[in-house]
């Protein structure tokens, strides 16, 4: 039973943040599946957002590097949620170097990163800009990787509080429960302290 189908259920993160989140989640951990794992996805996906020219074909090095990119950011979402896991910011920073990204000024004054030359490396920049916008928003932070680590999924944390754990509480959240409780019954009944006689 895999949990992306039912997490598809929560709302999209807002705006651009949405890009990042189904970036992220172009690998479901708990069906081992993955949306950009060959050249020809990698570019369908892209071109699908956007963010790649007709003429550009992703190779096996863009796939690689954008799959890094994307745990990295992984790791990050699921430290958003408070899990204690490694995040190697070296990979987004030589994604972001590579990505050749330049500020751009727009007349009704806004101002948005856009890549130099029309590759992979500059959609992966592209991004990163968008994530460099919501740590600027705070919109960053609830971003959050599912608590269950077989799912792992990314989602946008809406919950008035700020505490969602799972992707999906019926799903991630139950089995987390009963995994807790399995593991009480397996340490078996606890000792009762008797007080010592007199």
């Known amino acids: 039973m895999g949990s992306a189908p039912l997490t598809e259920t929560r709302p999209p993160a807002p705006g651009a943040l949405e890009l990042v989140r189904a970036f992220i989640n172009t690998r479901n951990v708990e069906r081992r599946t993955d949306l950009i794992d060959t050249p020809a996805r990698l570019t369908a996906w892209l071109r699908e957002r956007d963010l790649l020219d007709p003429a550009i074909q992703a190779t096996e090095d863009d796939v690689a590097r954008a799959a ?8 990050f979402c699921l430290r958003n949620n408070g899990l204690d896991c490694e995040c190697d910011a070296r990979v987004l920073n030589a994604a972001a170097e590579r990505s050749g990204l330049l500020l751009a000024f727009e007349d009704g004054g806004d101002s948005s990163f856009r890549p130099r030359q029309p590759c992979v490396d500059g959609a992966i920049g592209v991004v990163l800009a968008t994530v460099h916008r919501a740590m600027l928003d705070r919109s960053w932070g609830k971003l959050k990787g599912c ?6 999924w990314i989602y946008y944390d809406r919950s008035k509080n700020g505490c969602s754990r799972w992707c999906n509480a019926g799903l991630c959240g139950n089995r987390d429960k009963v995994k807790r409780f399995r593991e009480r019954q397996a340490s078996g009944p606890k000792a009762i302290d008797k007080p010592l006689a007199q």
């Open 68 to 75: 890094a990119v994307r745990e990295v950011l992984r790791s």
């Open 147 to 152: 608590a269950d680590p077989a799912c792992a």
